[in-house]
């Protein structure tokens, strides 16, 4: 019997709303790291480089990649309950952390930020672990869809409405004050995160002790968990870097103010917010099949089309900020993907371990992707422009053609998955 069925559908409802609120209060601190300009614009105010910009944002898929298996080993021995208070308390910490950076004085506050970046880093992977034990301790099979496109739609329209307002009031030089003022707020508004996992009732034997040995070997012997997860992979290499290079290019290549590249970041958080929202209905359209299809074909014209948009493309802000909104509808349909696709290819009892497999390879694409990215940057390798016909392209246009090829190569691992071909022998239960 699951852990949910043991509650009435009204209780059910309000524990998926407890486990909604908990992301609107968690959802700042991780969309100012991964989905805003924010952050790449406070270490350029302290005086960094792009490169060093780049490199902020790879952080994440770095520190995960290492600490997912440790992370799933410390909630199976710790509980969900007890992994999501430690993740909290670090993740509020590191951004109270960040916002001292300007005090520190000299070159050394752009420095604190990467240490601060670094710490609430090491916070996801024990959140991502905690946080799917939960979903599957709180919500039934048939229940996922819905729950994770609407959670992730809400917490969007939250995050989103608010950065486009930071956006428009912060003029085209902020001050190092308003940057700051805007992270201590962050970091502060996810205490409430503990608040809201603290009234969600937990299966017992989420707190155990854990047999690391044992519950990787089952999940590196689920063939489809593996090919699923060697995908994510390859479309995080050539996805992750696409919305941060698009800030740089914006800001060091085509000259644009500080507010109006927030702003135009914030479309992306628009796509997140529509995909999300129409997540639940467009997988019973189209099906996860179809769906992964679609979001892959954007995955390659989102970077293929920004690479040809220069300062002489007409109304070239326009389309960049159409296709930065395709892009993000395109990452939050994958992010949901990924999700139910990890839950249904979960063995009984082994939620977390499974979870950090796939969360494990999500990350190596992310960070080999932006660290690579932040490589060709900063060491010159590439050229500074150079013309094709009658297309003149700069060093950032050369890694968005990069970028799509990665794309495009991708297609071959397709007919690899189980939502391809489901008639498998691996475990494989969507529903």
Not at 27 to 45: H, K, P, Q, R
Not at 72 to 88: E, M, S
């Amino acid at each position: 019997m699951h852990f949910a069925e043991k509650f009435t559908p009204r209780e059910r409802r309000n524990f998926r709303i407890l486990a909604y609120a908990s992301t609107w209060f968690g959802c700042f601190a991780d969309v100012v790291m991964e989905s805003s300009a924010i952050i790449i614009l406070f270490i350029g105010l302290l005086n960094g480089s792009p490169t060093l910009a780049m490199f902020s944002t790879s952080m994440n898929g770095i520190v995960s990649m290492l600490l997912m298996f440790p992370a799933a080993a410390l909630v199976n021995r710790l509980g969900a309950r007890k992994g999501v208070y430690i993740a909290c308390i670090i993740a509020v910490g590191s951004y109270l952390f960040i916002a001292t950076a300007p005090w520190w004085g000299g070159h050394t506050g752009k420095y604190i930020v990467l240490l601060g970046c670094f710490l609430f880093c090491v916070s996801k992977p024990l959140w991502t672990a905690a946080w799917y034990v939960i979903l599957g301790d709180i919500l039934l099979p048939e229940e996922r869809g819905p729950f994770l496109g609407f959670m992730r739609f809400s917490y969007y329209i939250l995050t989103g409405s608010a950065l486009f307002l930071i956006g428009f009031f912060m003029g085209k030089e902020p001050s190092i004050g308003f940057m700051q003022t805007i992270i201590l707020c962050v970091g502060l508004i996810g205490i409430g995160r503990i608040i809201t996992i603290s009234k969600i009732p937990l299966d017992d034997h989420k707190a155990q002790t854990s047999n690391f040995r044992k519950e990787f070997s089952i999940s590196i012997r689920n063939g489809s968990l593996v090919s699923f997860s060697i995908y994510i992979c390859m479309m995080c290499l050539a996805f992750a870097p696409v919305l941060p290079l698009t800030i740089l290019y914006l800001k060091d290549h085509l000259k644009c103010g500080s507010d109006l590249v927030q702003i135009i970041s914030t479309a992306s958080i628009a796509g997140n917010i529509c995909a999300f929202f129409f997540y639940g209905k467009l997988q019973k359209w189209m099906g996860i099949r179809g769906l992964l299809i679609a979001t892959h074909l954007l995955y390659i014209l989102v970077p293929l089309v920004i690479a040809f948009f220069g300062s002489n493309t007409p109304s070239h802000l326009y389309c960049i900020a159409g296709l930065t909104f395709l892009g993000g509808a395109a990452f939050a349909s994958f992010l949901c993907i990924v999700s139910q696709e990890t839950l249904a290819l979960a063995r009984p009892g082994n939620v977390a371990m499974t979870t950090a497999l796939s969360q494990t390879y999500y990350m190596l694409g992310t960070a080999c992707g932006r660290v690579g990215n932040s490589i060709l940057l900063g060491s010159g390798i590439l050229s500074l422009s150079f013309t094709y016909g009658k297309f003149t392209f700069c060093h950032y246009q050369s890694i968005f053609l990069f970028c799509a090829v990665i794309a495009i190569l991708g297609l071959f691992m397709l007919p690899s998955l189980s939502s391809m071909i489901s008639n498998r022998e691996e475990w494989y239960q969507p529903k």
